[in-house]
């Protein structure tokens, strides 16, 4: 079983929608939680973190943790075209240097 | 937010010849950076941890002769790929972080893609 777990997609919604993508875990000594946004053949972009359980939001993305399910969501609100890209979560351990486990990766596709 | 870079963005070569990858943090110095390699459809897999003048950390299953890592200085490594061969193609990704504080962004550069034949 992979330490991080993440459905593979595509998920394809219309312009506009809401696109809901998570990931789970089994480590429970992960303490920071990323998501990152990847476009094809390129390196991957930071667009949240967090390190507690709860919501926060920046802009048009909301990042959820749940610490006692092992679960944490992203929320990207009035999707574009534009949000089409593969989106990584990904986790670290401060004792462990930070080292980053990401999940798979989810393929998102919003269309016009 | 910081930029990292990558040289080459991409290469081909040869069954058994070496190639460098070159991971320059611009704008920032960075204690330590990370290299990555991702297959097609796949996540990014840890390779390497580097920080500046001293040894890389590798993660198991990484061959240290075969991918040799050199962080000479606060915004450069590099990775040689050596005596490469097809199954070596892969993506490569670098990344670089700075400071001390308790979380560090680490800033991913844009990746160079090897292709052995």
């Known amino acids: 079983q992979k330490e991080v777990e993440q459905d593979p997609g595509p998920l394809s919604v219309p312009e506009g929608a809401i696109v809901s993508l998570n990931c789970t875990y089994s480590?429970?000594?992960?303490?920071?939680f990323m998501w990152y946004r990847q476009y094809s053949r390129k390196g991957p972009e930071l667009l949240m973190y967090?390190?507690?359980?709860g919501n926060k939001e920046d802009g048009r993305f909301t990042a959820q943790v749940d610490k006692s399910s092992k679960y944490i969501s992203l929320f990207i609100r009035d999707s574009q075209p534009s949000d089409s890209a593969t989106y990584l979560c990904?986790?670290?351990?401060?004792?462990?240097?930070?080292?980053?486990?990401f999940g798979g990766g989810t393929r998102v596709l919003v269309k016009p | 937010g910081a930029v990292v870079s990558q040289h080459p963005s991409w290469v081909i070569c040869k069954s058994g010849t070496s190639v460098k990858i070159e991971c320059r943090s611009l704008d920032f110095q960075a204690t330590t950076m990370f290299w990555y390699r991702q297959f097609p459809k796949q996540s990014l897999m840890l390779m390497a941890t580097s920080n500046e003048g001293s040894k890389a950390t590798y993660e198991q299953g990484v061959e240290k002769d075969k991918f040799l890592i050199n962080h000479a200085s606060l915004t450069l490594s590099t990775l040689t790929v050596t005596s490469a061969h097809p199954e070596d193609s892969s993506f490569y990704i670098c990344s670089a972080r700075g400071g001390l504080a308790v979380y560090n962004e680490q800033f991913f550069g844009p990746g160079t893609r090897l292709t052995v034949l």
């Open positions: 480590n429970s000594a992960f303490q920071y």
């Open positions: 967090t390190y507690s359980s």
């Open positions: 990904a986790m670290s351990i401060k004792a462990a240097g930070n080292k980053l486990t």
